[in-house]
C-alpha cells in the first residue's frame, strides 16, 4: 500500500513541475515572440486554465498522500529532508492558491473583456510566482535526495 501511496505522490509532483517546465522554458518563449498580444493572451489562459485544474489535482493528490505517509511515520524520526519538503510543498500550495484566486482570475475576467493591458498585467504577475514555485519544487526534490 505505502509503495502505490508513494507512486501518486511522486507522480503527482511529477505532472506539477514537469508543467511548469513546459511552461516556463518551451512554450511561454515561442508564445512572447512569435504572438501578438490578444492571441498570446488567450492561448495562455486556455493552456494554463488546463494545467490549473491539473494542479488542482496534484496539490489533492500530495497532500493526501504526503499526508498518510507522514501519518505512518514518528516524525521525530523522520528525515529532515522529509520536514523540509513538507514545508516547502505547503509553501507552493499557498502560493498556487494565491495564483488560482488573485491574478489568474484577473486573466480571466480581461480576456473576457478584452482588455488586453490588464490581462498582459495579470500573466505578468503569474509568471514570477511560477518561477517561484518552480524552484520550490526542485528544493523539496533535492531536499529528500540529500537532507536524510
Not at 42 to 62: D, E
Request: aromatic share 12%.
Amino acid at each position: 500500500m505505502y509503495e502505490w501511496i508513494k507512486f501518486f505522490h511522486l507522480a503527482a509532483a511529477i505532472v506539477w513541475i514537469g508543467g511548469m517546465a513546459l511552461v516556463i522554458l518551451a512554450l511561454r518563449p515561442v508564445v512572447v515572440a512569435q504572438m501578438a498580444p490578444p492571441e498570446r493572451l488567450t492561448l495562455m489562459l486556455g493552456v494554463l486554465s488546463r494545467f490549473f485544474n491539473m494542479v488542482w489535482v496534484s496539490v489533492a493528490l500530495i497532500l493526501a498522500s504526503g499526508l498518510w505517509m507522514l501519518s505512518m511515520t514518528d516524525m521525530k524520526l523522520a528525515p529532515r529532508g522529509w520536514h523540509a519538503m513538507s514545508g516547502l510543498g505547503v509553501l507552493m500550495c499557498l502560493i498556487f492558491a494565491h495564483i488560482w484566486f488573485v491574478p489568474f482570475q484577473r486573466l480571466k475576467a480581461a480576456v473576457s473583456a478584452s482588455d488586453w493591458p490588464a490581462a498582459g498585467k495579470a500573466l505578468g504577475q503569474i509568471h514570477p510566482m511560477v518561477l517561484t514555485n518552480f524552484a520550490l519544487g526542485w528544493l523539496a526534490v533535492l531536499a529528500v535526495l540529500v537532507w536524510r
